[in-house]
């Protein structure tokens, strides 16, 4: 089966197409650029561009894969609008992953790490996985002295990510140099038993884990005399 995989909630803006097969998941096509100003304007096109790459058309896709988040607002509901979108219209399934699990899930191996991407404001988006890849705390959005702590109290030994790559300093841990950003390989693979036993389709659920900066008019204030 062809999935496409979509992830816009960190600056690394990701398209890929990979097949799920029975004895695991395969890459296919791959594209990734990072630019935090250009989640719209590149997702599309990088769509388009891994297709090609592939020799495939949108009508071969049997499922599409996304990050949800946590991430910003406005770059994490690119990839996920555009994978409802294109579900709909194809009339496939559509299915959601924590975008940290494709940070964390691929970076375990016997112990615990912490995943961690900038969140802006000093503040990273963080989780914790065990040695097997599995998540035990998070996903949060703290300062990265909180999510140093919390660390430190589930024994993690290493952390990956561009969080941590950022804060290393307050972190306190080896960083590893990959994955930095969601494995688009990684992410399919956490959702291949779904795709594999054909689940229904689910809505994708954005993991913003703050309030979006703007807020509407709680009232209004008089303007005559």
């Known amino acids: 089966m062809l999935v496409l995989v979509v992830d816009s909630s960190t600056p690394a803006v990701t398209a890929a197409l990979v097949e799920v097969t029975a004895d695991g998941v395969a890459a296919r096509a ?35 894969v996304a990050g949800l988040g946590p991430g910003p607002f406005t770059g994490l509901r690119v990839g996920l609008v555009t994978a409802a979108t294109m579900g709909q219209v194809l009339g496939i399934p559509t299915y959601g992953v924590c975008s940290l699990d494709g940070i964390g899930h691929p970076a375990a191996a ?12 000093k503040e990273v988006y963080w989780a914790v996985y065990d ?25 993690v030994t290493v952390a990956v990510g561009d969080g ?33 036993a054909g689940a229904p389709s689910e809505r994708l659920t954005p993991l913003y884990l703050r309030r979006p900066d703007a807020v509407a008019a709680t009232g209004h204030k008089p303007v005559l005399p």
Request: net charge negative.
């Open 131 to 155: 040695g097997a890849g599995q998540r035990i705390a998070g996903p949060n959005v703290d300062v990265p002295a909180v999510a140093a702590e919390r660390a430190r109290d589930l024994a």
């Open 164 to 196: 941590a790559h950022r804060y290393a300093d307050v972190l306190g841990l080896p960083v590893r140099a990959e994955p930095r950003y969601p494995d688009a390989t990684a992410l399919a693979a956490l959702a291949a038993e779904r795709i594999r």
């Open 30 to 64: 791959h594209r990734c650029t990072v630019d935090a100003r250009a989640h719209g304007e590149l997702l599309a096109p990088q769509v388009d561009a891994v297709l090609a790459d592939a020799d495939a058309r949108p009508g071969d896709l049997s499922a599409i």
């Open 110 to 121: 016997g112990e615990p790490v912490l995943a961690a991407s900038d969140a802006r404001r």
